[in-house]
């Protein structure tokens, strides 16, 4: 409809542009995330299959889930013909010039399905707005947010990763969901599941709303579910889908013997509560509360200042460790809170179905909420929330004040991944153009409605720079940068989770209170 053929010129302008973008990065700083790639080249090409998930040469072992070991395993097979010394399991750390430009282009290239996936997302689009500017069009506006990411930008093509890749295939199984093609949508995103595991945290939106849309056909006219109208064979379908991907991923290991090894593997709960940057969520702020009353009660002689291990959860180290008054956080603990946090956003899916965009809201809810709450959880993985509320955020004006304080605060949260001083120009002017576009593009979309974002909202989104002026310019020219070298994280991380808590409760909020019409009923 408004992706029609005068509409696919700006449509691959975009794509060409933001992969000529990708390309002028091949040369910036890359993360322990490259060597983390190459060694699993060299693993899924030169061992057997038994020994994949055995295999400890490097510290950075194999760790997601079967299908991306195959994924790897093709790559590597396009590698021996860059420099076959990166497949040299031994070579740790090894960084040649054709090395480094393959596993750059091997991210562009792949890239190319998460084109395809945002653009079948734009077809999804209600074309109900018409403007007669395309910079306008909801499509338009839809495809920059998703093709020229920020957070995407810098995490796959300056640090290093393949999310671009993977978050195509979520994207791409969203878009067949909204065009109702269940079992399509079902298969891609069980295929997601075994390329990487995070992904299992939207995974109870999937569940839900398949149930709910796909194996009961009818509802009531009151909207309310019609429990007659459940159909058995949609369930043996969905149930084959997941039986038949479960088994081409994890069946060899299975018969090896290896699944409890393969399990260990992906869920590692040795690495501790926080990663080394914590992420911006509630344990950021429960940690930065534990820091605060120890410094307090080793003031007043509350506690021993000698008995209190030293800046054990800010040395940037992955390790575990025990708060000093607080109580200290468990797995199991981290599991409840996780799950008490994603219920209500699964109940209004189920009581309170809206379509695709009852789905879209609870998929952003079930990502923030194991954001909020999970066990070691990276500061990345709030894309996993940012890209989803991108569609969201063209639909309605209160969806997009939401989108732009997840994302301004969410994309700050990532500016410690990049340390580096000549990639400071860079992270800054991309988050700005990113940013300055996502507000006046919603903004002109939204202009006949109230103000997107309130005073409080945008004095506190403002204070992002003089955050930003301080960590990167004043506290390095300071003493306390050796006796305190973890307070610029520290600071970015507990201000980034004000916002970013915000933002999930002001999105809950809504989705809990929100009416549904006689019209959404009857659909």
Request: proline share 5%.
């Amino acid at each position: 409809r408004a992706m029609a053929a005068g509409g696919r010129g700006w449509f691959r302008a975009l794509a060409l542009g933001v992969s000529f973008l990708k390309c002028l990065l091949i040369p910036a700083y890359y993360s322990t995330d490259f060597e983390v790639h190459r060694n699993w080249l060299a693993i899924t090409h030169n061992l057997p299959l038994s020994q994949w998930y055995y295999e400890a040469t490097s510290e950075w072992t194999l760790d997601y889930p079967p299908f991306f070991a195959w994924f790897e395993y093709a790559l590597s097979h396009i590698a021996k013909y860059f420099d076959p010394q990166m497949l040299v399991v031994e070579n740790l750390n090894y960084t040649s010039l054709a090395t480094i430009f393959f596993q750059r282009l091997s991210v562009i290239f792949t890239d190319t399905l998460f084109i395809y996936a945002v653009h079948e997302c734009c077809r999804c689009v209600n074309g109900k707005r018409a403007a007669k500017d395309i910079l306008e069009k909801p499509t338009f506006i839809l495809a920059v947010l998703l093709l020229w990411n920020f957070g995407l930008l810098i995490v796959d093509h300056i640090h290093f990763q393949y999310n671009g890749f993977l978050f195509g295939l979520m994207l791409l199984s969203v878009a067949r969901l909204c065009q109702k093609r269940f079992l399509e949508g079902a298969l891609l995103f069980a295929v997601l599941l075994h390329f990487k595991h995070i992904y299992l945290y939207v995974a109870p939106a999937y569940g839900i709303y398949l149930l709910r849309s796909y194996c009961f056909t009818a509802n009531n006219a009151d909207g309310s579910l019609k429990w007659r109208s459940f159909s058995f064979l949609h369930v043996t379908l969905l149930g084959l889908i997941v039986c038949l991907v479960s088994a081409l991923s994890l069946g060899p290991f299975l018969v090896l013997g290896q699944l409890p090894q393969v399990i260990s593997r992906l869920f590692p709960f040795k690495r501790g509560l926080c990663h080394a940057y914590w992420a911006p969520n509630f344990w950021a702020l429960y940690n930065a509360v534990d820091k605060a009353l120890t410094i307090l009660g080793i003031k007043c002689n509350f506690l021993d200042g000698a008995k209190i291990s030293k800046a054990s959860m800010t040395g940037g180290l992955v390790q575990e460790f025990q708060h000093s008054v607080l109580p200290s956080v468990t797995p199991l603990a981290t599991l409840i809170c996780t799950f008490i946090a994603i219920l209500p956003s699964v109940f209004c899916l189920w009581f309170k179905p809206q379509g695709p965009r009852g789905f879209l809201q609870c998929l952003v809810l079930c990502a923030l909420s194991s954001f909020m709450f999970g066990w070691h959880v990276h500061e990345k993985a709030i894309l996993l929330a940012i890209l989803p509320l991108s569609l969201l955020s063209i639909q309605r004006a209160k969806d997009a004040g939401i989108y732009l304080i997840l994302a301004t605060t969410g994309h700050f949260s990532l500016f410690p991944l990049l340390f580096t001083p000549p990639e400071l120009p860079i992270k800054i002017l991309l988050m700005l153009l990113f940013t300055v576009y996502s507000f006046s593009s919603l903004k002109s979309l939204f202009r006949r409605e109230k103000p997107l974002l309130n005073w409080l909202e945008t004095i506190y989104l403002i204070q992002l720079v003089p955050l930003e002026i301080f960590c990167e310019i004043i506290f390095p020219l300071t003493p306390w940068k050796w006796h305190f070298p973890f307070v610029p994280l520290l600071l970015t991380s507990v201000y980034c989770a004000l916002g970013i808590t915000y933002a999930w409760l002001k999105l809950y909020v809504s989705v809990l209170t929100e009416r549904i019409s006689v019209r959404q009923k009857a659909e």
